[in-house]
């Protein structure tokens, strides 16, 4: 079974922080992404790496950044989070068609 | 612009009736559409992909169809289970320099009343 994990489940963090979100596979995937899920929006492409090292970005890359560093590991980085960045971010590895989804990380900007 | 769309944000269904879900796309560069599910506080889980060279595959209870003229698939559930409430996304997934970009609609919370 391919494992998706996401560091946390919950996150508080204070209006311009950074905030670092994090995501490892144990399947050896190439690709990753990070989604955001909104009511009434879905699921929105923030960013998504292809290979260690290489990043796209997504439908909605403004206020975020990311890190490949290793094959296994992609992290979401807020540089100065903001209220409107309050919402359910989810990690994808991506084998040829199908998604595999951590558990998602709930993230409260106050 | 909204590629992938899901008009409907919630469907509710009696138990042992036919759920359908609807889809609507607007790129005919698609290559494979999916259908995932997702509980609370859960990430989505596959369900049912299609290529596009398809116009119906079945898994179980699960059958999507793809309509290439509408730009238009749907996911039939039959019988539809208590267990089945959760909210369905459908996805479409373009190949470009080889690698999949995966886009997602909006969703359809779906009720199966028992």
């Known amino acids: 079974d391919v494992k998706v994990t996401q560091s946390s489940r919950y996150l508080v963090k204070r209006t311009g922080e950074k905030v670092f979100l994090e995501c490892v596979q144990d399947?050896?995937?190439?690709?990753m992404f990070w989604y955001r899920q909104d009511p009434g929006l879905g699921l929105r492409l923030i960013y998504f790496s292809y290979d260690v090292k290489m990043k796209e970005k997504g439908d909605i890359p403004e206020g975020y950044s990311v890190s490949r560093e290793k094959k296994e590991r992609f992290s979401l980085i807020l540089e100065s989070a903001s209220t409107n960045q309050t919402s359910m971010y989810l990690c994808?590895?991506?084998?040829?068609?199908?998604?595999?989804f951590g558990q998602g990380t709930r993230l409260t900007v106050v | 612009d909204q590629q992938v769309k899901q008009n409907s944000p919630s469907l509710s269904v009696q138990e042992g009736r036919i759920s359908i879900l609807n889809c609507d796309y607007t790129?005919?560069?698609?290559?494979?559409f999916l259908w995932y599910k997702k509980y609370p506080a859960e990430g989505p889980t596959f369900l049912i992909s299609?290529?596009?060279?398809?116009d119906k595959n079945e898994d179980g209870r699960f059958t999507v169809f793809l309509n290439k003229s509408a730009k238009h698939l749907s996911l039939h559930i039959v019988p539809s289970q208590p267990g089945d409430s959760a909210v369905y996304f459908c996805?479409?997934?373009?190949?470009?320099?080889?690698?999949?970009?995966?886009?997602f609609g909006t969703g359809t919370r779906l009720k199966v009343l028992a």
């Open positions: 299609i290529s596009s060279i398809k």
């Open positions: 996805a479409a997934i373009r190949r470009r320099e080889g690698t999949y970009k995966y886009i």
């Open positions: 399947m050896d995937h190439e690709n």
């Open positions: 790129n005919s560069m698609f290559d494979y």
């Open positions: 994808a590895s991506i084998v040829e068609t199908e998604a595999f």
